[in-house]
């Protein structure tokens, strides 16, 4: 099953439907914050019903995808657990109880009470210096989507010069999108880090996440073939390194040319995804590994913080 577009072109697959999960989401446009439905089940799954303005703030506040169907499971979860008393407050003040909680309601629903009072924790929030400072850190992040833009719209521009059918960019820029917000400090911080170290070839990072990243940049003047070719070659390596971590999961490879002034650059992508690494995928690894002299003397770099930084 495919999603069609306005001129009747395929669009991207849906999946198979086994896989898929349906989160059904009604607003409540005009209500004036005074939603006339509760969310529960109206007897064809959960519903979750949001007047415009409280829509507004999760997506502007929930700005990934993850993060944003994460709220919606665990909100549901929350809302369909008997007994768990009254919750006297709005929704912004459930987000609030989500934060406090770690992404999680579970400091809500401590203790055997009736009654829930949470009202008014939303302004008191956001006045916060950890609020502050987080909206501050995560200011670095949006750089990850910038780059997820880029690659969409030099493929709805047409300016692919290589590959760039819908599938694969769908794959690729899908995998991306799927990293949290917090997470996106990271990949942002590392790939800004990368293009503005002159000496620095390539990096890769292993995040949470479970997906494997590679970043290459070559000369204006090396063939991009040649590029193609390395940026395949480490991201075997890569994957194969991801094995032996115990660690499996795909890569995704981003190579372009190192920063010169007066000049433009290119993208050139690609999506490792082999959910079993069979002793074949390794030796071509290794060989990779050996011909290229990838990652001899490479060590995994930790990074770690709060994702409300205290001030």
Known sequence: MEV??????????????????????AVAIGSGGAVPLESRDHGAGFVHVFDEATLF???????????????LRKRE????????GTIIGSEEDLLVAYYFGVHSFD???????????????????????????????DEISYVWDQLISKIHDDYANGDMDFGGDLKSVDGITRTMAREPRFY???????????????????????????????????????????????????????RDKMEELG???????????????????????LLLDFPEWTAELHQQAVAARDDFDLFKSSELVHRSGDEFPQT
């Open 4 to 25: 069609v577009t306005a001129d009747g072109s395929k669009g991207v697959e849906l999946g198979p439907q086994p896989s898929r999960i349906v989160h059904r989401v």
């Open 247 to 269: 660690r499996p999961g795909v890569v995704v490879g981003i190579a372009t040319e190192f920063p010169e002034k007066g000049s433009g650059f290119s993208l050139d992508l």
């Open 184 to 238: 996106r400090r990271y990949l942002s911080e590392a790939f800004t880090e990368f293009m503005e170290d002159p000496m620095k070839k390539s990096r890769f990072m292993l995040g949470d996440s479970g997906i494997g990243y590679v970043f290459l940049k070559q000369k204006h003047a090396e063939p991009r073939k040649d590029r193609i070719a390395e940026l395949h070659a480490r991201a075997y390596v890569m």
């Open 77 to 84: 979860q929350l809302l369909t657990t008997p007994q768990q």
């Open 107 to 137: 400091k809500l629903q401590d203790g055997a009470y009736d009654l829930r009072v949470i009202a008014g924790s939303w302004d008191d929030f956001t006045d916060m210096p950890e609020y502050k400072a987080k909206k501050e850190a």
């Open 57 to 71: 703030t999760l997506l502007s506040e929930l700005d990934t995808i993850t993060d944003f169907v994460e709220y």
